[in-house]
């Protein structure tokens, strides 16, 4: 292998490693965004019926009082027909007792409705808290784990750039630049090696030829003509004895 190649693929190794660490610690804090996010709508969830706990709350007291103001006009009406005379005025009245009894029996239905869905909602509650409670802790301990990723995360970077700027410095600058070109255009990795049938291994097309019995020489520092990858063959991957003949 091309030497200045092999130096560019411990680069590149270095590169990737760093590169699978980075991304590591964004898996961690998209995964807090998410727990973030989860526990932003149970709370929101679990204010919602709060809510509407403390709505029906007022229901209920507004009904007790309806019901009480409804036994203080039944016991006037019922003294009151004490005191009339005459069959159309007992008549009368007695229908406003009925009235005010069907008003009260009303409320007083409403009332049990309304302590049932009060049941129903202090379950739910429940439910939002303890789910608030477990994302809650989930958040902190993901918290640390990122904050302890980061640390570790900025330590390898230090070693990862003492230990690329060694190597950096045996490479020619000209090919050290077109790696960092077919970094930054098609990602890593930006070396590829040349399958045993002519192929590269970054894009799948054949070489020419000609062109990768140029690369077997391992003196030459080689792209591929499609990829724009650089080039190399393994040792022993048999290329020098089963690659393509030349046209």
Known sequence: MNQQVSFIIEIQNIDMDLLKFEEAVKEILKDIKETEDALKLEEERRGKLRNELLELNKKVDMEELNIKSYDERIAKMKDAQKLIQTNKEYNAMQKSVKDNESLKKKSEDDILSYLTNKDELNNEILHAQKAVNEL????????????????????????????????????????????????????????????????????????????????????????????????????????????????
């Open 136 to 247: 809650t802790g989930s958040l902190a301990e993901k918290s640390e784990i990122y904050k302890k990723s980061k640390q570790e995360l900025d330590k390898v970077k230090k070693d990862s750039n003492d230990k690329k700027a060694l190597l950096v410095g045996k490479v020619k600058k000209e090919y050290y630049a077109v790696y960092e070109a077919v970094k930054r255009n098609k990602k890593l990795p930006a070396v590829a090696s040349v399958a045993q049938s002519g192929a590269c291994t970054g894009c799948y097309r054949m070489l020419p030829p000609q062109q990768f019995n140029e690369l077997l020489s391992e003196t030459l520092f080689m792209q591929c003509p499609v990829c724009s990858r650089i080039l190399y063959v393994e040792q022993n991957n048999g290329a020098g004895s089963a690659g393509p003949a030349e046209s």
